[in-house]
């Protein structure tokens, strides 16, 4: 059965996330860099942080971050990954309770999180810790599904044995995002992300979701089976390649 505590879903899962999930492209950066003043100056939450790619790129940037996390292996797993960051505070806390001072930050972000956060409490919350004049920035990476044949194939692979993927995908609460913002206006961008991988990979990739039955579910073997028939199938030169597009959402909070 999947697990239903959104913060302790990824726990078995940690490694392979590290390994094979994809990162944010640098556009993300850029766009906040035009449209919402960031710079190296700005001190940043990233609430849902995990094991740090989108915290990276601030810490990169130069910026204070603050990394917000309540899973525990998850959270250790990007204490680990940046512990050569000297602007990073890792938090145990959740997008409903930070524990952060009230108007102390310049940004607040999800990365491939907001979907499992109780949206209103967390929007209070936001609004709690940013400045006057913060910004709210709400990301995901949202695989395309039917661009190729591999990722038809692989969507049908996810339909017929992940455990609850058609009520957790994030797809799906994309349309909340009206919601999340209202009565404050939002824009959207979106940029193209890809991944090649290997067969190897590709399972890793595969294991890193949480709907993704594990070692010892009756569906576990049967998935990887198809996984590599489709993989087999499809693959060029070796390599077949998992599309992307990368959708922000970025306002103020009022």
Known sequence: MPVQDPTQRFSSRVENYIRYRPGYPPEVLDLLRQECSLS???VIADIGSGTGFLSRMFLENGNRVFAVEPNPEMRQAGERGLENYPKLTSIAGTAEATTLPAHSMDFVTAAQAAHWFDGRRARREFMRILKPGGWTVLIWN???????????????????????????RHERTTAAIDGFFSPSPFQTRIFEMRQEFDYAALEGRLLSSSYTPSPGDPNHEPMLRELRRIFEAYATNGKVLLEYDTRVYYGKLA
């Open 40 to 42: 190296a100056n700005s």
């Open 142 to 168: 949202e695989r395309r599904t039917d661009t190729s044949r591999f990722l038809q194939a692989y969507e049908k692979l996810l339909t017929t044995y992940g455990t609850d993927y058609q009520e957790v």
